[in-house]
C-alpha cells in the first residue's frame, strides 16, 4: 500500500514569514494530492488540491507544488498569519481507492 | 449545500460498553468514509462504502467494530465492546466519485472510561 510521510511534525513561523510542508509517497500510481487544515477541535477543511498532470497550483498566500518523478509535494504559505495556526495533513489518492494521510504538522504563527 | 451530518457529538462511555454514531453524507455523495482520529495523529480509514457496498475495510477491527450504509445514504458505524484505546474522534466524510474532493463531517468524539 501506499506510505505517505510529511515533515517536518511541528513548525513555527513569524507572522508575515513564509511556511513550507513537505510530504513524500510511495505509490507512483497516486494522482490526487489534498491538503487539508484542522484547527483545534473542528473537522479537517481542504485548503487546496492538485492533480497529477499539473505540477503547481495557488491560491492566493497558498500554493501546492508536485514532483511527480521524486514523489514528493508540498504546501506554501506566504505571509502567514495567525490564524494560520493549525495542524495541517497532506494526503493521496488513486482512482476509485482511499484516501492516505500524513502525519500532520502543527503549524504556529507567532504574532 | 448541507455539510455532512454526523450525531452524537459527544459520547462518554465505559469499557466493554457498546456505542453508535450515526452520519448523514451530502446528498448525492456516493462514496462515505469512516475514520478514527486519535489526538496527535492523521485520520486512518476504518472503513470506505460506495454506494451501499463496501470498498475497503483492511483496517476495520471487524471484531468489535461494524459499519453499514444502508440503501446507499445514511451510515452507522458501531463498536462492541469498546475498549479504552477506542477514545478518538470518529470523522464521516464523503465525496462524488469524480471529483473525489472529500468532505468531512464534525466529528464524534468518543470517550472510553
Known amino acids: 500500500g501506499e506510505n505517505v510521510e510529511q515533515h517536518p511534525s511541528t513548525l513555527s513561523v513569524q507572522e508575515g514569514d513564509s511556511a513550507v510542508i513537505k510530504c513524500t509517497y510511495s505509490?507512483?500510481?497516486?494522482?490526487?494530492f489534498p491538503w487539508y487544515k484542522q484547527e483545534l477541535g473542528k473537522r479537517p477543511q481542504l485548503i487546496i488540491d492538485?492533480?497529477?498532470?499539473?505540477g503547481e497550483k495557488k491560491d492566493q498566500r497558498i500554493a501546492v507544488t508536485l514532483n511527480k518523478t521524486a514523489k514528493h509535494f508540498s504546501l506554501h504559505i506566504t505571509e502567514t498569519q495567525p490564524e494560520d495556526s493549525a495542524v495541517y495533513f497532506c494526503a493521496t489518492h488513486k482512482n476509485f481507492n482511499k484516501f492516505y494521510f500524513g502525519s500532520g504538522t502543527k503549524l504556529n504563527v507567532k504574532p | 449545500e448541507a455539510g455532512v451530518a454526523q450525531s452524537p457529538r459527544y459520547k462518554i462511555i465505559e469499557k466493554r460498553q457498546s456505542v453508535a454514531f450515526w452520519c448523514n453524507p451530502i446528498?448525492?455523495?456516493?462514496?462515505l468514509y469512516w475514520y478514527q482520529q486519535i489526538l496527535g495523529q492523521g485520520p486512518k480509514l476504518l472503513i470506505q462504502?460506495?454506494?451501499?457496498?463496501?470498498?475497503?475495510d483492511s483496517q476495520l477491527p471487524k471484531d468489535r467494530f461494524s459499519a453499514e450504509r444502508l440503501k446507499g445514504v445514511d451510515s452507522t458505524l458501531k463498536i462492541q465492546p469498546a475498549k479504552l484505546e477506542d477514545s478518538a474522534v470518529y470523522l464521516c466524510a464523503s465525496s462524488l466519485l469524480w471529483p473525489e474532493t472529500q468532505y468531512f463531517g464534525p466529528g464524534t468524539r468518543l470517550l472510553v472510561l
Open positions: 492538485i492533480r497529477s498532470n499539473v
Open positions: 462504502f460506495q454506494n451501499n457496498g463496501v470498498v475497503d
Open positions: 446528498s448525492g455523495h456516493a462514496t
Open positions: 505509490d507512483s500510481a497516486s494522482n490526487y
